[in-house]
C-alpha cells in the first residue's frame, strides 16, 4: 500500500480571515483558529510485522524519489475539507487521520479520504468557529497493539472547558469506538479564545499537552506566571499509570513531590510561561521540543527545550512577549525566564504563528534538520535550523492562505493544512 509522491501544482484559495494577534478588545486570537469551509470519510491497516512487535516510527517508508532542492510547493491531496486543524499517523501506520474542528476525524488511505469518518463526536464539542472545537490527536506509541488514542477538544458541556479523553478502536480497524471514551483530564477555561489544543506523545512515552492561558488579551488573570494553575502550561502525564486516578504523574516532573494545595504548582506541569502553545513538535531525530507560542500585539516566537532537559522551564509570558518585555513592558525582571531561540514582529502584517516540524522524511534530502513554520495571516513559511542558524529564514509564501496546521505522516513527511478546508503534502517544486 505504497504511496507515490507526485508533484502538482497548488489550488490557490482566495479567502477573508478575521485573524490578529490583538486580542485585548474583542478577546478572540486567530492565533489558534478562525476558520471556514465543508466535509467528508473508511480505511485499512498496513502490517507492520509480528502483532506483538511495536512497529518504529519508520516502520512505514514513502514511496517517492528524493528530489535535490529547498524551493517546495504543495501537493494538493483533499479540498473542501471542513475546517481541518491537524495531521497526523501512528507509528509504522501508512494512513494519516485529518482533524476537523467541529468534531470530526478524517481517514486517508492512500491519500484519499474515507467515506465513513473514523470519529465523530461533534455532539460532545463545543465549536464556535473561532479557537474552540476538536483541537488535537495523538496516537499511544503502542496503537498497533493497544488500539488507544486521546483527543483534545471544548465541551459543549461544561461550557467551553478543555477535555482530554482517550478512545480505542472498535473491531473494524477504520473506525475508532465512540462508546470506548473515558476523559482522562478536565480544565476550566475562563475565555473562549488560547484554549492551546495540541497534544502529542513525547521520546519518553508521556502524554505532553499545550494549554493557553485561558484567554481574553494580556493574560488578566496571570495564569501564565502561576504554576498554581494548569493553564499557561506545558503538560506532561502517564496515561498508561491509572492506580491512583485518571493518569499518573512521571516521577521526575519538576513539581512531582508538589503538596499540590491552592497555592502550590500542579504536579502536572512540566514548562510554564505560555500564551497559547497552538503547536508544538518533537524532533523525530533527536527529541527536542520545538513550541510555537503565540503572540499578543507584537511578537510571535518559538521556543526550544533539548530533549535532555529536566522540564520547569518558564519561558516568560506575560512577563515577556517574545524576547521583549511586556509586563511591564520596560525594565521587565528576566529572571529565571526561558528566552525564544527566534521571534519575529507583526510589523509586515504577521499575527499568528503556526508551529510545525523538523523535517526528517526521505523524499526532500536537502530539507532535513530544517524546522518548518508558518505565519497564519501573511501566509509565508520560514525554516530555522536549530542550533547552528536561529535566523527566519522564508521557504514560500504560496503552500496556502490561511495556514491552521502542518502535519506528519509516520514515514516523516510533511503536509499543510489550511483555513480553507485544504489539505496539501509538502514536496521539492519541479524545476
Known amino acids: 500500500m505504497n504511496r507515490t509522491i507526485k508533484i502538482s501544482s497548488l489550488l490557490s ?33 498496513v502490517d507492520a510485522g509480528s502483532p506483538d512487535a511495536e512497529p518504529g516510527p519508520d516502520a512505514f517508508v514513502a514511496s517517492c524519489t528524493p528530489t535535490p532542492g529547498t524551493a517546495v510547493s ?13 495531521l497526523t499517523a501512528p507509528a509504522g501506520d501508512a494512513r494519516f487521520f485529518v482533524v476537523e474542528q467541529p468534531g470530526v476525524i478524517q481517514l486517508f488511505i492512500d491519500d484519499t479520504m474515507q467515506k465513513t469518518p473514523f470519529l465523530d463526536i461533534r455532539a460532545l464539542v463545543r465549536d464556535t468557529g473561532n479557537e474552540q472545537g ?16 486521546y483527543v483534545n477538544y471544548t465541551a459543549a458541556s461544561p461550557s467551553g472547558d478543555t477535555v482530554i479523553a482517550e478512545y480505542t478502536v472498535s473491531a473494524d480497524t477504520n473506525v475508532a469506538d465512540p462508546a470506548s471514551a473515558r476523559i482522562i483530564l478536565q480544565i476550566d ?40 494553575t494548569l493553564l499557561g502550561s506545558m503538560l506532561r502525564i502517564d496515561v498508561d499509570d491509572t492506580s491512583e486516578g485518571q493518569y499518573g504523574i512521571p516521577t521526575d516532573n519538576p513539581f512531582a513531590n508538589s503538596p499540590n494545595g491552592a497555592l502550590d504548582p500542579r504536579p502536572e506541569i512540566w514548562a510554564s510561561g505560555l500564551r497559547n502553545p497552538w503547536r508544538f513538535s518533537f524532533d523525530r531525530s ?12 507584537a ?18 509570558w506575560r512577563t515577556m512577549e517574545g524576547a521583549s ?42 530539507m532535513v534538520g530544517k524546522y518548518l513554520l508558518a505565519d497564519f495571516c501573511t501566509n509565508v513559511v520560514s525554516t530555522l535550523t536549530f542550533p547552528t542558524n536561529n535566523t527566519l529564514e522564508t521557504l514560500s509564501n504560496s503552500l496556502g492562505s490561511n495556514i491552521t496546521s502542518f502535519g506528519q505522516d509516520s514515514a516523516g513527511e510533511l503536509y499543510v493544512l489550511t483555513l480553507g478546508g485544504i489539505v496539501s503534502r509538502i514536496v521539492i517544486a519541479p524545476q
Request: proline share 5%; glycine share 18%.
Open 74 to 86: 504543495a501537493d494538493l491531496i483533499a479540498s473542501g475539507m471542513d475546517r481541518p486543524v491537524y
Open 134 to 149: 476538536l483541537l488535537g490527536l495523538a496516537f499511544h506509541p503502542n496503537y498497533a497493539t493497544n488500539g488507544r488514542f
Open 189 to 228: 477555561q475562563p475565555f473562549g479564545n488560547h484554549n492551546g489544543g495540541m497534544i502529542d506523545f513525547g521520546p519518553d512515552g508521556y502524554l505532553y499537552i499545550g494549554v493557553g492561558d485561558g484567554g481574553s488579551g494580556g493574560d488578566p488573570l496571570q495564569h501564565g506566571q502561576n504554576t498554581a
Open 13 to 45: 484559495l482566495l479567502l477573508v480571515a478575521a485573524a490578529c494577534g490583538n486580542d485585548d478588545n474583542n478577546g478572540i486570537d486567530s492565533g489558534s483558529v478562525v476558520y471556514d469551509a465543508q466535509q467528508g470519510i473508511d480505511a485499512a491497516i
Open 299 to 316: 511578537l510571535e516566537e518559538i521556543d526550544v527545550q533539548l530533549a535532555n532537559s529536566t522540564g520547569g522551564e518558564n519561558y516568560g
Open 286 to 297: 533527536n527529541g527536542d521540543l520545538y513550541i510555537g507560542d503565540v503572540g499578543q500585539n
Open 325 to 366: 518585555c511586556f509586563n511591564p513592558s520596560i525594565g521587565c525582571d528576566q529572571t529565571g525566564l526561558v528566552l525564544p531561540v527566534a521571534d519575529y514582529s507583526h510589523n509586515d502584517g504577521s499575527c499568528s504563528v503556526t508551529g510545525g516540524y523538523v523535517y526528517r522524511g526521505q523524499c526532500m534530502p536537502d
